[in-house]
Each structure stands twice: as C-alpha cells, then as structure tokens.
C-alpha cells in the first residue's frame, strides 16, 4: 500500500500532486505543530523575475500549536495584497479572466472563517474542482492509529511504500525506513513569462490552462 503523508495546503504545487495521486491513501497532519517553513499557508506563484510567495497570515500566539489549532490573523486586510498579487503576475494568462471571479469570491470569503485549516482545506477543495481533480483524504486526528514517527505510522497501517512532502525535511520528520519518491519528472510547459519555474503552486497551471489543466495534471499518476 502507497501512503502519502503530507499537511493540509491550500495550492499544492506538482510534486505533492503527484503523491496524492499516485497514494492509495492520503492523511494530512493536522496534529503535527505549525511550521513557517512548510506550505499549510503559502503558495508559490510565478513572477517576471522567477517566483514569489502569497502567504494568509496566521495570529503570532499560534505559532507553536498544532495545524488545527492555528487561526488566521484577520487584524490588517491581507486578502486585497494577495489579490493583487495575482492580478499582477497572472492577468496576462490565458485563464486568469475567466478564474478570477470565482477565486476572488473564494479568498474574501476567507474573513467566514477562523480556523486555518478549514480555509486552506476549502481553497484546496475549490481548486481541484476547477481542475476536475478527485483526492480522498483523511485528517491525522481522526486515525487512531496515528503517530508522529512515519516509519511507526506505516507498520501500523500496512504501507509498504510511504510519499512525504517534497523538500520537507526542515519542517516534516522524516521517514528512515519507508520513505520512496513517488514516479515523477516535473512536466515542462507554458508559462507566461519567459522560461519555466519548476514548483509554482497549482495556481500557475489553472491560470494558464483552465478546463484542459488534466493535459498537466494527467502526467503526475505515475
């Protein structure tokens, strides 16, 4: 069995994709602590000059409790900067006029909510819609059977075979044991600026590709 190990993000970018995708079972760590070095609550989009991060701001005396317990800091207007962020960079791709309502619909809705987690899982949710992308998850604190050791996790739910983050080993404890990479090359395609940016968030492909974003995502089920 293929386990993918990952935690709750609002845009994945290619390399998580192709974990969830080729994963027999998908468990976001909810109950692991917060990092800001991990992608619960940034995202990295394409720029003139390479790439940049958009980032939803969480309330500093959470820095230190788990994923699910994290809140946003809704003090200062952080979705208009955002917004603009990707106006920006992306109102010259291909999709971006035809997203741009819904997802500005969807980021203002964002002052709905308290918790980070539910906010990054319905962006999340929203985004693999628009993507016609179909991903079975479950949540770490509703597994009895969790631990934080994933070579542990992976006895106790039979994987053979264990997906972590991409890149995650500042912020995600690593596998020993267990760990493999899943059967992926990131796809090379268009991007609106010159030269390719390999890691941008979902974002980068929806914008360029819209309802055809399956002739990228296709190429992650390994």
């Not at 987690?117 to 179909?134: A, G, H, P």
């Not at 053979?160 to 912020?171: A, G, K, N, P, W």
Request: aromatic share 14%; charged share 25%.
């Amino acid at each position: 069995m293929k386990l993918a190990l990952l935690l709750p993000q609002f845009a994945p970018n290619l390399y998580d994709l192709a974990a969830m995708l080729q994963a027999d079972r998908v468990i976001l760590q909810d109950v692991e602590q917060w990092s800001r070095k991990s992608r619960i609550h940034r995202a990295q989009i394409r720029t003139p000059e390479g790439t940049q991060w958009i980032n939803i701001p969480i309330r500093t005396e959470d820095r230190k409790k788990a994923v699910k317990d994290v809140r946003i800091d809704h003090s200062e207007d952080w979705v208009s900067p955002l917004l603009r962020t990707l106006e920006y960079n992306y109102r010259n791709s291909i999709y971006y006029d035809f997203y741009e309502p819904e997802i500005k619909a969807d980021f203002e809705s964002a002052y709905d909510y308290t918790y980070l987690m539910q906010f990054v899982l319905y962006i999340q949710k929203r985004l693999f819609r628009f993507m016609d992308i179909s991903i079975n998850y479950e949540l770490a604190s509703n597994i009895p059977e969790y631990s934080s050791d994933p070579d542990l996790l992976s006895e106790r739910l039979g994987a053979d075979i264990l997906f972590q983050e991409h890149d995650s080993r500042h912020y995600q404890r690593q596998a020993e044991h267990h760990q493999n990479d899943p059967d992926f090359e990131h796809p090379q395609y268009h991007q609106h600026f010159e030269g390719f940016e390999p890691g941008c968030s979902l974002l980068d492909v929806l914008f360029q590709f819209g309802p055809e974003s399956f002739r990228i995502t296709d190429q992650l089920r390994g």
